[in-house]
């Protein structure tokens, strides 16, 4: 549905005019709305992204003792350690995000906005995904920083940003299902493993083939999926998200 | 509780029956193959299994759409009917397959694409028991549970077909496969018979199964109702 006209046309005029925005516009902005909210929480508490880098440090740190990440392993597996640590890291950050949201019964007061349900989702979605790319973006040089291994590669860039939007797309809507259950915590990763387990198995394939600086025509068809995981799964997610909250 | 309908009696020893029959052609009535020997016999069950799997899975996807478009409950019990025989079939066929496997690939298990597809498969599904397991409130239960089988359904297609897409080690028995894969075989006409036979005869066990795990659950539900019914009036 474009840009919650539903929503607005029920709506009396007076608010139409004070917003005086086209219906896309006024997506957008609710969109960015509920992003700026969950930046601004963030920042007043920093209890998300504080646990999220610290346990992504944690993952590196245990998968150094457990691999025995020596230097010459370490060009091969480099892609396979940062993806594991970003997923890890992700479920605890979607847990979190989707979790707050029903303890304080603030869903509900988002439901009660006059914006589009998908508009929620997206807005979610996105917020999850700075988060993410945060962590990434600290994780990243504090690798090569550790590991003596340069990981500033443009493309490398690209594939991680690609992963990261399958993954958290995915994430949000199955963590707005599991925040809802009784096991909540521990049910997420079982949800979402096995679904994300492409976007992983190609994020890494195209990571680690842009690290050990292969040919594009190797990595393309890793690069294609995430692209297509991407396209199908947010679509599915905008699909279904109003199930999902809706009571 | 009303009686067994004749239709499905008929369904139940039929199957039973057909299992028999099929099992003799297995051991019987199909020659054993030149090269691997009688291990190759697992396989009429093995694809019929996985064949029944995906039936299963299948169905589940169908009752999930059905849902919610409807939001009536029969086919979130149809649902989960079908995607607890499917796990049964889809479980029975990667185990079948293992069996094979020791022998002609002589190993247990390998991370080949089509193995992998078949577990992630199995593990969405198991996945899709547990979240349903954690939702009191049934109608929230029948909901979560459609959209994440339609979600999970994506890994049927994917299992499916993941041995004609990537080069893999799996047999392609109909249609052509990959050269490199191991343990491929043409099959003979009496192969063939006993190969359809074995498909005819797990679609005729889904079905049975089928309906008569449905039966349980509108019985269970049922049950579920009267409690509460009992509750209110005490």
């Known amino acids: 549905m474009p840009g919650g006209e539903a929503e607005l046309a029920g709506q009396p005029p007076a608010l139409r005019r004070q917003a005086g925005l086209s219906p896309g516009r006024l997506y957008l902005r609710s969109i960015a709305a509920i992003i700026w909210k969950d930046m601004r929480a963030e920042l007043r508490s920093r209890e998300m992204l504080a646990s999220m880098l ?27 350690v940062l993806w594991v640590t ?29 914006v589009d349900r998908s508009a929620i989702y997206f807005g979610k979605a996105i917020g999850n995904l700075i988060f993410m790319l945060v962590v990434e973006a600290v994780v990243l040089p504090v690798y090569s920083l550790l590991y003596n291994q340069n990981l500033f590669h443009p493309g490398l860039f690209a594939a991680i940003l ?28 079982i949800l979402l493993f096995p679904l994300a387990i492409p976007i992983l198995l190609a994020a890494v394939k195209a990571s680690s083939g842009l690290l050990q600086g292969l040919d594009m025509a190797e990595i393309w068809p890793a690069i294609n999926l995430m692209i297509a995981y991407d396209v199908i799964f947010t679509s599915l997610a905008f699909m279904f998200f109003e199930n999902i909250v809706e009571e | 509780m009303p009686p067994k309908p004749v239709f499905l009696k008929v369904i139940d020893i039929s ?48 009752c999930a759409i059905g849902y919610l478009r409807t939001g009536d409950l029969k086919w979130d019990i149809a649902g989960l009917a079908a995607v607890e025989i499917g796990l049964v079939f889809a479980f029975i066929n ?53 959209v994440y089988a339609i979600l999970g359904f994506i890994s049927v297609p994917l299992t499916f077909f993941s041995i004609r897409i990537w080069s893999t080690i799996h047999p392609v028995v109909i249609g052509s496969g990959d050269p490199e894969a191991k343990g491929a ?50």
């Not at chain 2, 054993?32 to 064949?51: I, K, L």
């Not at chain 2, 547990?130 to 459609?146: E, K, S, V």
């Open chain 1, 162 to 189: 690609l992963g990261s939007i399958g993954y958290s797309a995915v994430g949000t809507l199955l963590s707005s299902m599991a925040v809802q259950t009784r096991t909540r915590d521990v049910l997420l990763p």
């Open chain 2, 15 to 62: 199957s039973f029956t057909l299992l028999l029959i099929a099992s003799a052609m297995v051991f019987l009535y199909a020659p054993m193959e030149a090269v691997m020997g009688n291990v190759q016999r697992v396989f009429y069950f093995h694809v019929a299994c996985g064949w029944a799997g995906f039936i299963g899975f299948t169905a589940a996807f169908v």
């Open chain 2, 94 to 146: 990667i185990v079948s397959g293992s069996i094979w496997a020791r022998p002609i690939w002589n190993t247990w298990w390998t991370w080949d694409p089509r193995l992998v597809t078949a577990t992630i498969m199995e593990l969405i599904y198991l996945a899709y028991l547990m979240l349903r397991q954690g939702i009191g409130n049934p109608a929230r239960r029948a909901r979560f549970g459609a």
């Open chain 1, 86 to 114: 970003f997923a890890f890291a992700g479920t605890l950050g979607l847990n979190r995000s989707l979790a707050v949201e029903y303890d304080r019964g603030c869903l509900d007061g988002l439901l009660l906005t006059p």
């Open chain 2, 185 to 234: 075989f043409d099959m003979t006409p009496r192969m063939l018979t006993t190969f359809l036979f074995s498909l005819f005869t797990f679609s005729v066990l889904f079905v049975d199964l089928y309906w008569n795990r449905i039966r349980l659950g509108i019985f269970g539900e049922r049950i579920e109702s009267l409690k509460m019914k009992a509750m209110e009036e005490a």
């Open chain 1, 54 to 80: 610290v346990f992504a440090l944690l993952v590196i740190l245990i998968f150094n003792f457990a691999l025995q990440l020596n230097v010459r392993e370490r060009t091969t597996i480099t892609a396979g």
